[in-house]
């Protein structure tokens, strides 16, 4: 059937502007397309990696179990190299740590957990990881040591996690003799735990014995 008038004119136009147009037009359907394919295959590399990095964490779970302690550092490193951005890297390192230390290693307790507070993807991992990484080097007393601590308990406290932070800067102050500042410290992690109302009974007894050792809250 031909086209009256109208709707050749309407044709023409079509063809003027798909000849003027069509290479910015396939440009970019082609840039939709890639980034939605792009996106697909990202969500499917997050969720194959979280997959995999489960089921190493269940072998580290395993190797635990048996008591196996040099297969279960293995597989915490294993975690780290293969599997940085998911939680099971943070988390294994903190086990890993824990591990390490009770086997009397605290340097590589301490390796772990300086990977956790630089690599952490899981924003309570990485405060646990700073937060035990502190106490460490709190413990082991050198200037150098102090000066690490002191520079992370500088940082910003990770939100929920302010309590603890003002408590770990009172054990600073109490490992440096400096018992007034450690009071006042500890006096603010007890109003910040009070306030909180969320942490469970035995970070409040143990933060009360450490008050009770400086004099007590002040009235």
Partial sequence: MPLDLEEQEQLDQLKAFWLKYRNLITGVVTAALFAYA???????????QATAASQLYETMVTAINKGDKDQTLRAADDLQKQFSSTPYAAMSSLVAAKIASDAGDSAKAMDY???ATKN???QGYLALAKLRLTAQL???GTEKDFVEADAILKEKPIS???????ERRGDWYLAQKNTAEARKSYEAAWKQL???KEFPEEARRLLKV???AVGGVAQ
């Fill in 38 to 48: 792009g996106y697909n295959g990202y969500q499917w590399w997050l969720t194959s």
């Fill in 113 to 115: 957990l300086r990977w």
């Fill in 120 to 122: 952490a993807s899981d």
């Fill in 138 to 140: 709190i413990e082991l």
């Fill in 160 to 166: 929920g996690f302010e309590a603890l932070w003002s």
């Fill in 194 to 196: 009070n306030d909180s």
């Fill in 210 to 212: 450490k008050l009770d």
